[in-house]
């Protein structure tokens, strides 16, 4: 069965950080393209960060770019979203979700991702 399970969510202060992790079973994460995305309540789900297959080419949104880094690491077959200097517009549930769409670059085109976790709730707030 191919699944992607979220962890490392919670309740952070403003400017603290958090972990994200993605793991995969079921499937190579090598093979495919990975994209985090998050979703705020009354908001679209958006993509925030994204791999192409073979990672060499890893995007960010604007809003989280300088303080988010994506990694992997394939002898675990997970994926990281590192989350740093957090701000309460960071508050949202974050998803991971795995593409074979993206080879030499990777997008936020949602419908491209058919493997998606159950996502985890970050909350930031004093």
């Known amino acids: 069965q191919l699944q992607l399970v979220e962890s490392g969510g919670g309740l952070v202060q403003p400017g603290g950080s958090l972990r994200l992790d993605c793991a995969a079973s079921g499937f190579t994460l090598d093979y495919y393209s990975i994209g985090w995305f998050r979703q705020a309540p009354g908001n679209e789900r958006e993509g925030i960060s994204c791999?192409?297959?073979?990672?060499?080419?890893?995007n960010y949104a604007d809003s989280v770019k300088g303080r988010f880094t994506m990694s992997k690491d394939s002898a675990k077959n997970t994926v990281y979203l590192q989350m740093n200097n957090l701000n309460p517009e960071d508050t949202a549930v974050y998803y991971c979700?795995?593409?074979?769409?993206?080879?030499?670059?990777?997008?936020?085109?949602?419908?491209?991702?058919?493997?998606w976790g159950q996502g985890t709730q970050v909350t930031v707030s004093s």
């Open positions: 791999v192409n297959i073979g990672g060499g080419r890893t």
């Open positions: 979700a795995a593409s074979r769409n993206f080879f030499g670059n990777c997008y936020f085109t949602k419908s491209a991702y058919r493997y």
